[in-house]
């Protein structure tokens, strides 16, 4: 048993919201290290690069000493192994994402024993919230500035200069 406790916290985060890092903060109160794991992009329709996501998110913790930026891609599970993690955190909004994340924590579970999945109840003020959404916000013209940290709405705000602000 470590007595170290390394945690991976990954996903997309394309972008990065307040939710994520309403975790990421809680996640650091649990983790001795919390590695925050950027998926490198997959998806065509990716708004931000994978080194863009690493950069908003290394300014949102700056302020958190335990927290680490890093992108990772193949499978969850070989990563965290070659971090010496041994648990994963997720996220759980709605009972939507608690059978995927079940899903998932079970295949990891099945494919590495030694890694665990926690899952945070995303805070109250959260639970509405997703990156989809807020590219679908600021891509229509609206504003996305109560969703996502300040450095995030910056480079939105590149992105898209006619959006509300
Ligand atoms: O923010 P997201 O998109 O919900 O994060 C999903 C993520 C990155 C956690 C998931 O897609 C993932 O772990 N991908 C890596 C590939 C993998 O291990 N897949 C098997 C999971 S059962």
């Given at each position: 048993m470590p007595n170290s406790l390394i945690?991976?916290?990954?996903?997309?985060?394309?972008?990065?919201?307040?939710?994520?890092?309403?975790l990421i903060a809680r996640g650091a109160r649990i983790a001795n290290h919390l590695i925050v794991a950027v998926l490198q992009n997959t998806q065509k329709n990716a708004l931000f690069t994978t080194a863009e996501r690493s950069e908003m998110l290394k300014e949102c913790v700056a302020h958190l000493p335990n927290v680490e930026i890093d992108s990772f891609d193949g499978l969850l599970v070989d990563y965290a192994a070659h971090r010496h993690a041994h648990i994963i955190l997720r996220g759980i909004r709605t009972i939507s994402d608690?059978?995927?994340?079940?899903?998932?924590?079970?295949?990891?579970?099945?494919?590495?024993?030694?890694?665990?999945?926690?899952?945070?109840?995303?805070?109250?003020?959260?639970?509405?919230?997703?990156?989809?959404?807020?590219?679908?916000?600021?891509?229509?013209g609206g504003d996305a500035s109560p969703f996502v940290p300040e450095p995030v709405m910056r480079q939105l705000r590149g992105r898209f200069p006619t959006a509300k602000r």
């Open positions: 945690a991976v916290f990954p996903g997309s985060f394309d972008p990065p919201t307040n939710g994520h890092l309403d608690y059978e995927t994340e079940s899903q998932m924590a079970l295949l990891n579970h099945r494919m590495r024993p030694e890694t665990e999945t926690i899952f945070l109840t995303a805070s109250a003020e959260h639970t509405f919230l997703s990156s989809r959404m807020v590219k679908e916000i600021i891509t229509l």
